[in-house]
């Protein structure tokens, strides 16, 4: 059964800095894309972070040069280390993966970032 489980999320002024983790199971994780969304309120879902089985990552544009997404496959983990925080970096953000062969995609239960202004 895949399992995302993700942490690290909190109250933190602007500038300040979080580090989020999303720990995977029942799938082989070394193998697959791993990807970060968030939602804000009243706002759509968007995609903030991708990192392939290669490590090859993508970013979008607002969080460029500000965050970077990483992964220990061997502790099954996919991070995003945020810094230099925005109020509108405010959203929960979730862990998301489509395992290959399965078809769907999973997400973890999300985890709150709230920045101050």
């Known amino acids: 059964q895949v399992q995302l489980v993700e942490s690290g999320g909190g109250l933190v002024q602007a500038g300040g800095s979080l580090r989020l983790s999303c720990a995977a199971s029942g799938f082989i994780f070394s193998i697959n894309t791993m990807n970060w969304y968030r939602q804000a309120p009243g706002k759509q879902r968007e995609l903030v972070a991708t990192?392939?089985?290669?490590?090859?990552?993508t970013y979008e544009d607002s969080v460029k040069g500000r965050f970077t997404i990483s992964r220990d496959n061997a502790e099954n983990t996919v991070y995003l280390q945020m810094n230099s925080l925005k109020p509108e970096d405010t959203a929960v953000y979730y862990c998301i993966v489509r395992p290959r062969g399965y078809g769907i995609d999973y997400w973890g239960k999300g985890t709150l970032v709230t920045v101050s202004s």
């Open positions: 990192i392939t089985s290669a490590r090859t990552t």
